[in-house]
């Protein structure tokens, strides 16, 4: 892969494998948005927050990304 590819790769394996997927969040009677920084000192995170999360990643590095909306789900 070239070094675009394995930068943006690199950013999707730290936020996959060292963000803890929190279920308590998932499950929650509201939804709780955190902060990118928020979601690095806790290391953990719903769908969201680590999509957020990825965003703000990929933004730092200028590439452009898209968010996908579902009903209770975000990617």
């Known amino acids: ?15 996959s494998n060292e963000i803890e997927y929190s279920y308590t969040e ?3 009677r509201s939804e709780l948005l ?13 769908c969201s927050n680590k999509t957020i999360l990825l ?3 990929l933004e730092q590095i200028n ?8 009903p209770r789900h975000i990617t």
């Not at 955190?34 to 719903?46: A, I, S």
């Open 1 to 15: 892969p070239n070094d675009r590819e394995s930068r943006i790769q690199r950013l999707v394996d730290f936020v």
């Open 55 to 57: 965003a703000s990643l």
């Open 63 to 70: 590439e452009d990304y898209i968010l996908l909306y579902c």
């Open 34 to 46: 955190k902060r990118p920084n928020e979601v690095l000192t806790t290391r953990n995170g719903d």
């Open 26 to 28: 998932a499950l929650g």
